[in-house]
């Protein structure tokens, strides 16, 4: 069964400043995909970044990178000139390829909490 | 498209009751999931349906929750009889089959359970 780890259960950083998320996973696939989720208070889950693990090219959303390292099975997010509303809770996820014969659900991490100092 | 919409919001109820949440996926997506957040256990797969057919519903915690979804716009979630350890917000979200750019997530429903 795949897991996820996020090490880090809470993190601050001062506005402007840059920031980097951890996460780590297990598995034996080959090929897969992995998600950064933002949960601001409002309690929305919003999609912040994807990466195919097939992709050596780490995938970049303005202010947000990700580094990818597939051997180290590592999938850590940098948040650059961080603002106010960045704070939230952020959530790494894995997916298996879709394969109707087996289960193809997100596999959550347990948050790590992000509060961005004015 | 108005997103993935849940509705209620917010829902207060005695232990004992019946309970149904209701979810109306994204039009078009055709995979349906049922997530449970609490602090303890953080983001639990419920159920997921492919083609209005439950593939996986061993997240299920026990008899006393149902879900269904009767066709491609709409799905609940039923718990019958109600416990305060149900107390948690429930996500609703939706999918593509084949397509990774993730899940769309409603904006859930704080069940609390006195």
């Known amino acids: 069964a795949q897991t996820v780890t996020q090490s880090q259960p809470e993190m601050s950083v001062q506005e402007a400043e840059t920031v980097t998320l951890s996460c780590t996973y297990d598995?034996?696939?080959?090929?897969?995909?992995l998600f950064w989720y933002k949960q601001p208070p409002s309690r929305q889950m919003i999609l912040v970044i994807r990466?195919?693990?097939?992709?050596?090219q780490n995938a970049t959303e303005n202010r947000f990178s990700v580094n990818f390292q597939k051997a180290a099975k590592s999938f850590s997010l940098k948040i650059s000139d961080s603002q106010l509303g960045d704070t939230a809770m952020y959530f790494c996820a894995f997916m298996k390829p879709w394969d109707s014969y087996n289960n193809n659900d997100m596999r959550f991490g347990a948050g790590t909490r992000l509060t961005v100092k004015p | 498209d108005a997103g993935v919409i849940q509705s209620p919001r917010h829902e207060v109820t005695e232990m004992g009751q019946e309970v149904t949440l209701r979810c109306k996926p994204i039009s078009g997506h055709n995979s349906l999931f049922w997530y449970r957040q609490t602090m303890m256990r953080g983001l639990e797969l419920l159920i997921y349906?492919?083609?209005?057919?439950?593939?996986?519903d061993s997240g299920m915690p026990e008899d006393r929750f149902s879900a269904k979804m009767p066709n491609a716009s709409f799905s609940t979630l039923k718990i019958q009889p109600s416990e305060p350890r149900d107390s948690a917000v429930y996500f609703c979200?939706?999918?593509?089959?084949?397509?990774?750019?993730?899940?769309?997530f409603g904006s859930g429903t704080r069940l609390t359970v006195v």
């Open positions: 979200a939706s999918s593509l089959e084949g397509a990774y750019y993730g899940y769309t």
């Open positions: 598995t034996s696939e080959n090929n897969y995909y």
């Open positions: 990466q195919e693990a097939y992709k050596q």
């Open positions: 349906f492919n083609n209005n057919v439950p593939i996986d």
